[in-house]
């Protein structure tokens, strides 16, 4: 079955960086675009990052321009968050997703991983 597990979240100051791992199984990873949201307590799961299955094309969300990145590497099966310039307002547990590229509705995403807390200090 597709498992999609999230790494490399934790505790970090703010103005601090955190990469984030997406391992995939049990799908053709390279035929899927992947995207990155995120959910703070008491909110909706929202969008981050998206990009397509190539690494050609991505799109981030507004709050996050210039300080993430998405990145993947298909002959790895990982997809990756790089934060960097972290704010405590970042603080969530971050998920990774396989779905349509220019999705930002999580409703729309086929597959989902556990998540991993990212927690910023002030």
């Known amino acids: 079955q597709v498992q999609l597990v999230e790494s490399g979240g934790g505790l970090v100051q703010a103005g601090g960086s955190l990469r984030l791992s997406c391992a995939a199984s049990?799908?053709?990873?390279?035929?899927?675009?992947m995207g990155w949201f995120r959910q703070a307590p008491g909110k909706e799961r929202e969008f981050v990052a998206s990009?397509?299955?190539?690494?050609?094309?991505?799109y981030y969300a507004d709050f996050v321009k210039g300080r993430f990145t998405i990145s993947r590497d298909n002959a790895k099966n990982t997809l990756y968050l790089q934060m960097s310039s972290l704010k405590p307002e970042d603080t969530a547990v971050y998920y990774c997703?396989?779905?349509?590229?220019?999705?930002?509705?999580?409703?729309?995403?086929?597959?989902w991983g556990q998540g991993t807390q990212v927690t910023v200090s002030s």
């Open positions: 997703g396989a779905g349509p590229l220019r999705a930002t509705m999580s409703k729309a995403y086929d597959y």
């Open positions: 049990g799908l053709t990873f390279s035929s899927y675009a």
């Open positions: 990009i397509s299955w190539s690494g050609g094309t991505t």
